[in-house]
């Protein structure tokens, strides 16, 4: 079976995580698609394959016969989806691209267009597997799951491959930063690993932004208008002036490459209460702490201005840049950037403009850098992939596990 395959199938699992949810998974629909991995694992002669009270997915591969002294690599993707768009009842199909708009949604007229997203371009004479426009696709990161998927059975068909020891592992709850809470690195057992979970064919990272989390709860004071004079503290426009006081240039929209940002993601008020949610991100450690740094200085000016408690800044550390902790072991970039080649494809080394599992897992002892699936616009309506981007994926993944083998 060919990875677009077995992506047509996942994508027809809703598994979207919700953060407002304090269960582990955060929806038991993630647990359902978990199932179904770990009896697709088992008839592909995955036998140790099984699902945990948590709905974190793990199996092996063994190595082949005089290949079992060499390191053990692991795979990992993540099965839940975005909740930044619908992925419920997800309509995916596979086009042949032949130039210009692609018309997705004909009752609702809805087009992916060359001029809003013109890396589409790029795949003429090719497949792009695409929604109807009203859902994502949920490639990110089911595509990471066929492509691992595919690669095992290929491997498990032929014992002319050789290979050291396989472990593969999907995880619950990437999407709201708590895919790697509850890995089991010592049972997973891979001395390295690689999460599949990027865009464009050929990307390769081991950089991500250091991030946190800042919550502002802004406390006014309610007087009726007609009397309010020197009185009232109208907590929403109070909440407007803490962030007009943030670097203007330092917003996502203004940012690129290694530049960090403050985002406002979400906001809410009236005039006695009102609440500011913020994500803090930079790649650069030190520019990092001086971001968190304005923030708790923006607070304490604007309680000196209208006192003590009417700023509560709350600041969380999220993840970590795993430069750090992969860069003692550049061997997986290294023969990652060769298994890409080998298969046609030159490797883009860029730096993450987000998280991964491979953050955190790096600095829970297991060093993973992440690898591209092939696809574009993820989180939204417009996600596509080529289906021939997937293919070359899979050959990418059967490629590392021969050189780990040499």
């Not at 001029?115 to 929604?131: A, D, F, N, R, W």
């Not at 450690?285 to 968190?292: D, G, N, R």
């Not at 700023?311 to 290294?334: A, C, G, W």
């Not at 883009?348 to 987000?354: A, D, E, K, L, S």
């Amino acid at each position: 079976m060919r990875a677009y395959e077995r992506l047509l199938h996942y994508v027809s699992f809703g598994t979207q995580s919700d953060h407002t949810s304090e269960t582990v998974p955060s929806t038991a629909s993630q647990k359902v698609l978990a199932a179904d991995l770990v009896e697709e694992m088992k008839k592909i002669g995955i036998a140790d394959a099984f699902v945990d009270d948590k709905g974190y997915v793990y199996g092996s591969i063994p190595a082949t016969k005089g290949k079992e002294d060499k390191p053990v690599i692991g795979f990992i993707a993540h099965m839940d989806t975005a909740e930044d768009a619908s992925g419920d009842n997800i309509r995916a199909k596979v086009v042949e691209y032949n130039g210009g708009d692609i018309l997705l949604n004909e009752e609702k007229q809805i087009y992916l267009t060359e001029k809003e997203y013109p890396s589409i371009k790029k795949y003429v004479g090719q497949h792009l597997m695409v929604t109807d426009g009203t859902t994502l696709l949920g490639a990110d990161d089911k595509a990471g799951v066929a492509e691992i998927m595919t690669m095992a059975e290929q491997l498990l068909n032929d014992p002319s491959i050789e290979h050291g020891k396989i472990c593969i592992g999907f995880t619950p709850d990437e999407e709201i930063g708590r895919g790697a809470n509850c890995f089991d690195v010592k049972g997973f057992g891979a001395q390295f690993a690689y999460t599949v979970d990027g865009g464009e064919l050929g990307e390769l990272e081991y950089e991500n932004f250091n991030a946190a989390s800042a919550n502002v709860q802004v406390n006014g004071l309610s007087i009726h208008p007609g009397s309010a004079k020197n009185a009232m503290l109208n907590a929403s426009l109070l909440a407007m002036e803490f962030h007009q006081m943030l670097p203007v240039e330092q917003n996502p929209r203004y940012t690129e490459g290694y530049e960090g940002f403050f985002h406002l993601s979400e906001m809410k008020g009236h005039v006695e209460q009102a609440e500011l949610a913020y994500i803090i991100r930079d790649h650069d450690a030190a520019k990092y702490e001086q971001k968190k740094q304005v923030m708790q200085e923006i607070a304490d000016y604007l309680n000196h201005k209208y006192g003590e408690g009417t700023f509560v800044l709350t600041i969380s550390d999220s993840y970590r840049n795993m430069k750090e902790m992969v860069q003692p072991h550049m061997h997986l970039i290294d023969n990652a950037k060769k298994a890409f080649a080998q298969c046609g494809v030159e490797a883009q080394t860029v730096p993450i403009r987000g998280g991964t599992d491979g953050a955190r897992l790096s600095y829970m002892g297991l060093p993973c850098p992440n690898l591209s699936t092939g696809g574009h616009n993820f989180h939204g309506r417009f996600e596509y992939i080529p289906v021939e981007a997937m293919d070359k994926m899979v050959e990418t993944l059967i490629n590392i596990s021969k050189i780990y083998a040499e």
